[in-house]
């Protein structure tokens, strides 16, 4: 296995193609047609030389799209299975927090639903390997795309620029999950390298997200591209990041110091993150329903919230997953319902107002078993779908049918799309984070406790569904005197499952004091909450550095509490 991903990563830098002509003219023609979906179903660009293919402004193009097809790729050069945004992060990222309570043993996803992960799982090590085919591939386009004329010199930049962004958010997702890397910022770097410095990393990332900043326009020519709103918004994440990971002196006491965040200077770091998060204010708006976030016709209609998202398109080639555990459980192939391998924590269920806020009926439901013929439907814009039933008003104890249903999948055979697969985009950064930031950078730059309480009253409107009594009493019962705290469980009723949870417990230095605090009773999967609780030990706030990475890099080091030489999983 350690040769094969070795190839692999090899082959991402240059791979010699035969027999291309009639494949590279396909997706030229495809290119040609200028849309979203077009674009997207692409061959990746790792299989392709590019010295050979970085001739022409078409190919450019499509070179850039290969560099987006990480988002949610398939494979990686027939390696891999939708390891990142198509489904493994969706498990690497949500998992082991109070918002989802394990309910499977499969060894693929169990590791990450109770902090049992090491060096040998495969969804850590695939992560990786995506992340860096992304890397390499943007690497590329950036060096051969000066050697090109282009009709309109403006569209290089924009191609440049779009570049750059991916390959900073791609870093940033990589030191998010495991501490520092290697960076590599040129296709002639040795294969051998050290990890960089949280620090070192932090720069580059910087430096990609402000050219991004800087030269994206507003909107962008293709919708669900990059465009500037998209740039500022992982600027302003990576800065609130750093600045909260150095207030709360996050991994101090672990031993790594290419991990450390000694050299933040947090007031420097909240202070960027105000201004540029203060400068989407205004430039972007809240989808009217929340609900319409999440389903598979409203595509379209989420551009407004949405700064950046995985898009997802009705074929095969181009899909979220969202089946294993984010819709609600039933059979995928008569009813549209998961395998709910996670269940909402019951910690997240006692969040809501369950009377008065609409987004705890969409986030959390009951199961969708039974006979379809018997269960009742919605229609959404020509779209159909089975209604799940709804948990108790006073849930049992040992109550087993509650699901996470965020997702929604239509009634099966009304989509062309295998049941299992969805074509609703993933919301990556909306407003409504963005709102909810701008809440906790007015606390903590500015210090301005009404500024911040009026931040959340923007979200919150939508959830009573601009209903001011409605409003009034879920301000009442979502007071809390440590705004800090209120703000951090808005964050969760808001974004769950969408893959922040992990890094805001981690980056407010409150991943130990959650887990302590988790339930162990409330439903019938909050029990599994006790192995979550036995494993978690600080160091895992960082994942392993993937084995065979270990195994092909002799310069590599392993994160501090994990094992060095496991035996790889094959």
């Known amino acids: 296995m350690n040769r094969i991903i070795n190839n692999i990563r090899h082959n991402i830098r240059v791979q010699a193609i035969n027999l291309w002509s009639s494949i590279l003219l396909v997706a030229l023609l495809l290119v040609a047609s200028s849309s979203c979906t077009d674009f997207l179903e692409v061959e990746p660009y790792s299989t392709i030389d590019p010295e050979f293919f970085l001739d022409s402004e078409p190919n450019a193009e499509l070179a850039l799209a290969g560099v987006y097809n990480v988002l949610n790729a398939g494979d990686i050069n027939g390696e891999g299975n939708a390891h990142t945004f198509r489904r493994g992060l969706l498990f690497m990222l949500n998992a082991s927090t109070d918002e989802c309570a394990p309910n499977n043993k499969n060894p693929q996803y169990e590791p990450y639903m109770n902090f049992s992960y090491q060096s040998t799982d495969v969804f850590g090590r695939y992560a990786w390997l995506f992340f860096y085919a992304g890397i390499t591939r943007a690497n590329s386009l950036l060096e051969g795309i000066d050697n090109i004329t282009f009709e309109t010199e403006g569209r290089k930049e924009q191609i440049k620029a779009e570049a750059r962004f991916l390959r900073g958010i791609y870093y940033q997702y990589l030191v998010w999950m495991y501490g520092g890397v290697p960076l590599t910022l040129s296709t002639n770097d040795p294969n051998e390298l050290e990890r960089s410095s949280l620090e070192t990393v932090y720069e580059s990332i910087e430096k990609d997200l402000l050219y991004a900043y800087n030269t994206l326009n507003p909107v962008s020519n293709i919708s669900g591209r990059a465009n500037k709103w998209s740039a500022a918004g992982y600027l302003a994440k990576m800065y609130l990041y750093l600045a909260s990971c150095k207030e709360n002196n996050v991994g101090a006491e672990l031993t790594l110091d290419l991990n450390k965040f000694d050299w933040v200077n947090s007031a420097d770091m909240y202070q960027k993150a105000y201004e540029v998060n203060s400068a989407i204010i205004g430039n972007k708006s809240l989808t009217p329903e929340y609900f319409h976030l999440f389903r598979t016709e409203k595509n379209d209609d989420t551009y407004d919230e949405v700064l950046f998202g995985v898009e997802a398109v009705n074929n095969q ?30 910690d997240l269920y006692a969040k809501y107002d369950r009377e008065n806020d609409v987004r705890y009926a969409n986030n959390l439901t009951g199961n969708l078993g039974g006979n379809p013929a018997t269960r009742d439907e919605e229609l959404i814009e020509g779209t159909r779908y089975y209604i799940p039933n709804k948990i108790p008003a006073n849930m049992p104890a040992g109550y087993g049918l509650i699901s996470i249903g965020k997702w929604r ?86 974004l769950c499952f969408e893959t922040w949870r992990r890094f805001d417990l981690i980056r407010t230095g409150r991943m130990q004091s959650t887990i302590d605090n988790l339930s162990l009773t409330g439903h019938k999967y909050q029990p599994n909450m006790g192995v979550v609780k036995n494993n978690y030990e600080p160091y895992k706030i960082w994942f392993p550095i993937p084995d065979n990475e270990m195994a092909v890099n002799k310069l590599m080091v392993q994160n501090a509490g994990y094992v060095a030489d496991e035996t790889p999983a094959e």
């Open 409 to 494: 999948y239509p009634v099966p055979g009304t989509r062309a799309i295998e049941p299992w697969a969805s074509d609703c985009n993933f919301q990556l950064v909306r407003y409504a984070d963005i709102l909810l930031m701008q809440a906790e950078l007015e606390l903590k730059h500015n210090n301005n406790e009404t500024a911040a309480r009026n931040y959340l009253t923007k979200v919150r409107e939508r959830a009573a569904e601009y209903d001011q009594a409605r409003l009034d009493a879920m301000t009442a019962s979502y007071f809390k005197g440590d705004l800090m705290d209120e703000i951090m469980d808005e964050r969760s009723r808001e």
């Open 317 to 346: 080639d181009v899909v979220m997953i969202y089946v294993n555990a984010f819709i609600p459980q039933g059979n995928v192939n008569t009813v549209g319902g998961g395998y709910g391998f996670m269940r909402p924590g019951y």
